[in-house]
């Protein structure tokens, strides 16, 4: 197995995860596919991928599943691809402190201390690729919405830390921002909302009802006609892996190209106005 390169994705139960394991393994790597739950561990493994149980929010899980990839590697690692992620949608003022702590342990602080246990040895064999999977929502933010920009925005600011501070290491760190991309996030989403949002008692309870709980319910309200399929994601994700020079950040979908130009370009006002509307 030595012959073959090496990576740790997390996130793998479905959607971008899912379909970038499968696609690597078949590609001939050697690919660790994490979950957060052992079913989901149990079912990657009777599909011929090799999955061990990550969660970002078990800091022991991390060090367990750390320690099992570099004894299957003989200590090494090429790439890690940090892809599992949740939302909790709901207005700012409606988050309560601990659903706020519990989206970051999951959505950054897991993430960088998967980075920080992965880096001595990537450093040590002199080559190596973190790519984080970031989102539009990293670039611009949406009302309701506003936990899940923040964890992303935080992920963008430390995946460029990262890469300033590594600059003369041979280590190369990368943000793939995907736009909609036909996943469960939306689905997987309710549990969050249902556990920590009072929308009934909210000052905007009438954007609940109208907006946002129609697209979390109703699944023909959830259509985005730019949506495109994971695999959009995992053919970026190549090319970060592979390309000798790999760009610093790989867009995916239309709605993340042109967010990424009207931040660049627009006045604040007209981003406040189109954005603030959405």
């Known amino acids: 197995m030595r012959g073959k390169k090496s990576i740790l994705i997390t996130g793998c139960s479905s959607g971008i995860g899912y379909d970038a394991a499968h696609e690597l393994h078949m590609r001939g790597w050697q690919v660790f596919a994490s979950c957060r739950q052992q079913k ?58 601990d659903a706020l702590r519990a989206l970051f342990e999951t959505n950054v602080f897991g993430q960088f201390d998967l980075i920080s246990q992965v880096l001595p040895t990537m450093r040590a064999q002199g080559h190596g690729r973190v790519i984080n999977c970031s989102s539009v929502l990293g670039i ?45 996030i939306r689905e ?44 959009a994601v995992t053919a970026k994700l190549i090319h970060a892996l592979t390309a000798r020079n790999p760009k610093p950040r790989y867009r995916v979908t239309t709605p993340t190209h042109i967010a990424e130009a009207a931040r660049r370009l ?9 954005f603030g509307r959405m």
């Open 40 to 97: 989901d561990v149990d079912r990657l493994n009777t599909e011929g991928l090799t999955s061990l149980r990550l969660d970002y929010a078990d800091e022991d899980s991390i060090k367990d599943a750390v320690a099992q990839v570099f004894r299957s590697t003989g200590g090494r690692l090429d790439a890690l691809f940090n892809n599992g992620a949740y939302a909790i949608p709901g207005a700012t003022e409606d988050m309560p402190r």
């Open 188 to 231: 997987n989403s309710i549990p969050h909302f249902e556990k920590w949002i009072d929308w009934q008692g909210s000052a905007h309870r009438k954007v609940y009802e109208e907006t946002l709980r129609p697209r979390l319910y109703d699944p023909d309200t959830s259509v985005d006609r730019f949506e495109l399929p994971p695999g």
């Open 140 to 184: 611009v933010v949406l009302r309701m919405r506003g936990a899940y920009c923040a964890s992303k925005f935080a992920m963008e600011a430390m995946t460029d830390a990262l890469r300033y501070e590594n600059a003369d290491t041979g280590l190369h760190f990368i943000s793939i921002q995907p736009g909609p991309i036909t996943t469960r």
């Open 266 to 274: 627009l006045p604040k006002r007209w981003l406040d106005r189109f």
